[in-house]
């Protein structure tokens, strides 16, 4: 799911910073460039992992900022394909259902990819699955299991915001890359589902010693 990138950059320390030790100010530079970043073809940059090298800083003229040519090494969240991760139920729409990972919501199970006879319940705004007569719910906040099936990387296209009348935003920009996922497996959705089971199955299995210590007996 994390994979360490190596990626060299210029950065600026700035004189206020001055007062931390270099590591810790060059840290704190990368984290606030690249932190909950998206990075084409990297993916998300989660923190940066350690300092590989560093130059001698060049201080800019007329600006007090130290220029310093990098090499770090970053955490990045780019899960690979069948890897299965647990997150939450954000929301739903007719589309399909967005995954919420705490550090990012950046998780879309399209409804292509939800199990055989699932519907969407627009009183209810959830995704239903008929499970032989019994409704299943994908409800919001849900535990879930699911299986990484591709990205996606969108092009992005210029920042240009467009607004109606009331001066409120008609279109946002979308997300430039996203994980594409599935639960239509056995043993993926809801954790609950399948939890319910294996205690079943468990209890079942308790029986069955039981019978057999008193066999022995």
């Not at 090499?71 to 399909?96: A, D, H, L, Q, W």
């Not at 998780?107 to 008929?130: A, K």
């Not at 609950?192 to 022995?216: C, F, S, T």
Request: some cysteine; proline content about 6%; overall charge negative.
């Amino acid at each position: 799911m994390f994979i360490l990138t190596t990626i060299q950059d210029l950065i600026q320390i700035a004189p206020e910073d001055f007062t931390k030790p270099s590591a810790q100010a060059i840290k704190d530079v990368v984290n606030a460039k690249y932190s909950n970043r998206i990075v084409p073809n990297i993916g998300l940059c989660i923190c940066m992992w350690d300092l590989l090298s560093a130059t001698e800083g060049l201080i800019g003229h007329g600006t007090g900022l130290v220029n310093v040519n990098i090499e770090f090494r970053m955490t990045v969240f780019r899960p690979f394909r069948g890897e299965i991760i647990y997150g939450r139920i954000k929301s739903s729409n007719p589309e399909g259902i967005i995954i919420d990972l705490e550090f990012t919501s950046e998780v879309f199970i399209p409804y292509q990819n939800l199990p055989e006879n699932t519907s969407y319940s627009p009183s209810e705004g959830v995704w239903i699955w008929n499970s032989d007569g019994t409704e299943l719910f994908f409800d919001k906040g849900e535990p879930v299991l699911f299986r990484v099936e591709h990205e996606e990387w969108i092009d992005q296209r210029p920042t240009i915001v467009e607004r109606d009348d009331k001066g409120e935003i008609v279109e946002e920009r979308p997300t430039a890359w996203r994980v594409i996922g599935s639960m239509a497996q056995p043993g993926l959705g809801p954790a609950l589902w399948w939890g319910e089971e294996e205690e079943e199955e468990e209890e079942g299995g308790e029986e069955g010693d039981v019978e057999m210590d008193g066999a022995e007996g």
